[in-house]
């Protein structure tokens, strides 16, 4: 079974631009959510969606923006970069949203340098 | 909010040491979780801790669900050179979004 893949894996932008990042679930897993890594605050959790609609939501400005498609897939946008957005964005899948017994299932990541 | 505080930040350690880790929070929780993060990929789950006072082994790592359920421990044995990595411990927010301890780095000495 294939697991989560997330495009583009590495991505340079400069500040003020946008960006659209991609993640594609484990086959049958319908809920995905996102997160942001960094040295300085770690693993933060940036939102959650399940079935086409955002079930969860993490405290990030509304810069930060996601939607996923029937197919489960999942996309997450970054309008009016700064420089702090530089960090490794991490999707996660699982079969129906955390919960005592459903585990999330993480991808390699997409590395976001801003300049 | 609630946050989880993860100890030690870093260890250095010589292969076939044993290694210990914590995780305590302000709040309880009704489940724990570790993860470990090689470099360059996302954390994979290690093991997973359901109730109070659970102790779960997965090879050489063992963990425990405190008692007080305000904390938890995972110790890796007879430490190799591929256990270097970056673990966090996790767990459910009463809004039900999954957070994370702020990692503990391992670095093996062969």
């Known amino acids: 079974k294939a697991g989560v893949t997330q495009t583009p894996r590495y991505l340079i932008k400069t500040r003020g631009q946008q960006v659209t990042l991609s993640c594609s679930p484990i086959?049958?897993?319908?809920?995905v959510s996102w997160y942001q890594q960094t040295p300085g605050q770690g693993l933060q959790f940036l939102f959650e969606y399940f079935s086409e609609t955002q079930r969860n939501k993490g405290n990030f400005p509304g810069r930060f923006s996601g939607r996923q498609f029937s197919n489960s897939r999942s996309e997450m946008n970054v309008s009016t970069l700064e420089l702090g957005d530089s960090a490794l964005y991490l999707c996660?899948?699982?079969?129906?949203?955390?919960?005592?017994?459903?585990?999330?299932?993480f991808g390699p990541g997409t590395r976001l340098t801003v300049l | 909010g609630q946050q989880l505080n993860q100890s030690p930040q870093s260890m250095f350690i010589q292969e076939g040491e044993d290694v210990s880790m914590n995780c305590t929070s302000s709040?309880?929780?009704?489940?724990w979780l570790w993860y470990k993060q090689d470099p360059g990929e996302g954390p994979v789950l290690l093991i997973a801790?359901?109730?109070?006072?659970e102790l779960t082994s997965n090879g050489r790592l063992t963990a425990q669900f405190g008692i007080t359920r305000k904390d938890s421990f995972l110790n890796i044995s007879a430490s190799i050179p591929s256990d270097v990595g970056i673990y966090f411990c996790?767990?459910?927010?009463?809004?039900?979004?999954?957070?994370f301890g702020q990692g503990t780095t391992l670095q093996v000495k062969p």
């Open positions: 709040s309880i929780f009704n489940t």
């Open positions: 996790a767990g459910p927010s009463n809004t039900g979004k999954l957070i």
């Open positions: 086959s049958g897993h319908r809920s």
């Open positions: 801790l359901y109730k109070a006072g």
């Open positions: 996660a899948s699982s079969l129906a949203g955390f919960s005592l017994t459903d585990t999330q299932y």
